[in-house]
């Protein structure tokens, strides 16, 4: 494995800037920069208020960073899915207005005041709560990935969505804050033989998913906040399960009901979708925890290079629903060879990390990839790795290796390399 070149900030302007300083320095002298020597209209009176709406928004000349959907992948606005902006993002932690959101019957518009969690089934106690019941028992924070498992999943015939916001953006990253799912079903007491939830959701749809008691007992929550104000009504106001590390369906929003079993409900969720059909057309099921993954954000197809041969930085996102991800690789030219990126911020289990690829783009061609590696030591496999095994008729836990191609005027476009 080829190492990475030096990139500090001395090597970095000695080689990256220095080369390209002859261009700056030309520039100023034949046209000075008007955005430093005239004054401003901004500079000239004083600004508005503060916004009387009492919730601040992002400035207007950010309103390109927005969720969005592909009009021919989902049925109508009842079943939308809507994509995070990943490429427009930085750091870690997702705002809550830009969450990727998905819902099967619409956004249920809940009262507080009316809505109640029942636990029943195979409890000592059937029970009843209400909000207020709720906030009285005790609280964790924890920063979690959710990720559709349906991310990537029109990738597994080849190309075919050119935007990370669409190959990848069924992903967001928040801090939650809730209540550990162990202490609620302790108040309920749970009965000999008892192994299996299932969870409820109050939409229309009525979401509901079976989940193992051993995942529940562990670490999952019951929560109501994220990223520390009430969670927003398209991700389940006024509850959601938390389910750290695992597919994305099974997160079930606007929670109503908890039922303890001894078995699996085979529910509707988790068995006419939510399988992987295999190329034997057996459905593989129960696959519930996201593999590692990674892709690089910019460059990318909606984030083209926009300046010419220097310094440039690339970025991206790595993510396990398993641990965390001490490492990720990067290649420029299609995996001859491959460079250790720059892990920074936070590295928490079942969170997305960020990581950075220092280099002079010379200004030619490219083929991007990255690669990660997370705590247990599983290594991010090419698609065609996942072909081999898992045929090209599933919809589900796509995590490959993504490729870019950047052409010289430093545009991408989604490839395969076969």
Request: proline share 7%; charged share 20%; aromatic share 8%.
């Amino acid at each position: 494995m080829a190492d990475k070149p030096k990139t500090g900030r001395r090597a970095f302007l000695k080689g990256g800037l220095a080369a390209a300083g002859g261009l700056a320095a030309s520039k100023a002298a034949a046209a000075p920069d008007t955005a430093i020597t005239k004054v401003q209209p901004w500079r000239k009176e004083l600004g508005p208020g503060v916004d009387e709406s009492g919730y601040g928004l992002p400035s207007p000349f950010e309103s390109k960073v927005q969720r969005r959907n592909v009009p021919w992948l989902t049925v109508d606005t009842k079943t939308s899915i809507n994509f995070t902006p990943i490429h427009h993002l930085d750091g870690t932690i997702t705002p809550n207005g830009l969450c990727f959101e998905r819902h099967h019957s619409g956004v249920a518009e809940i009262d507080p005041a009316q809505h109640r969690l029942m636990v029943n089934g195979m409890v000592e106690r059937e029970l009843v709560f209400t909000l207020e019941d709720l906030m009285r028992f005790p609280r964790e924070n924890h920063v979690y990935f959710m990720e559709c498992t349906a991310n990537s999943g029109m990738e597994w015939r080849g190309p075919q969505l050119n935007g990370v916001q669409f190959t990848h953006g069924m992903i967001h990253n928040v801090q939650y804050t809730g209540i550990p799912l162990r202490l609620i079903l302790e108040e309920a007491g749970l009965k000999p033989g008892a192994s299996w939830l299932l969870a409820e959701g109050a939409d229309a749809a009525a979401m509901t998913r079976s989940i193992p008691l051993d995942k529940i007992l562990d670490d999952c929550l019951v929560a109501f906040r994220q990223n520390g104000e009430a969670l927003r009504p398209e991700n389940g106001y006024p509850l959601r399960l938390v389910v750290p590390g695992w597919e994305g369906n099974m997160w079930i929003k606007w929670l109503r009901r908890l039922e303890i079993g001894d078995k699996p409900w085979h529910a509707r969720e988790e068995s006419s979708k939510y399988t992987d059909l295999m190329p034997d057309g057996t459905a593989r099921r129960f696959t519930w925890a996201m593999d590692a993954k990674s892709v690089i954000t910019n460059p990318s197809p909606q984030a083209p290079i926009t300046h010419g041969p220097g310094p440039m930085i690339l970025t991206g996102l790595a993510w396990s629903g398993r641990g965390t991800i001490p490492r990720v690789d990067i290649t420029l030219d299609g995996g001859k060879n491959w460079h250790k990126a720059r892990m920074d911020g936070p590295s928490t289990p079942f969170a997305l990390h960020r990581f950075y690829y220092d280099f002079n783009w010379d200004g030619g061609e490219m083929l991007l990839q990255s690669r990660a590696t997370d705590s247990t030591g599983y290594v991010q496999p090419t698609k065609d790795a996942l072909r081999t095994i898992r045929g090209v008729n599933s919809v589900y836990h796509n995590n490959g290796i993504q490729t870019w191609f950047v052409n010289e005027l430093g545009e991408a476009e989604n490839v395969e390399i076969s």
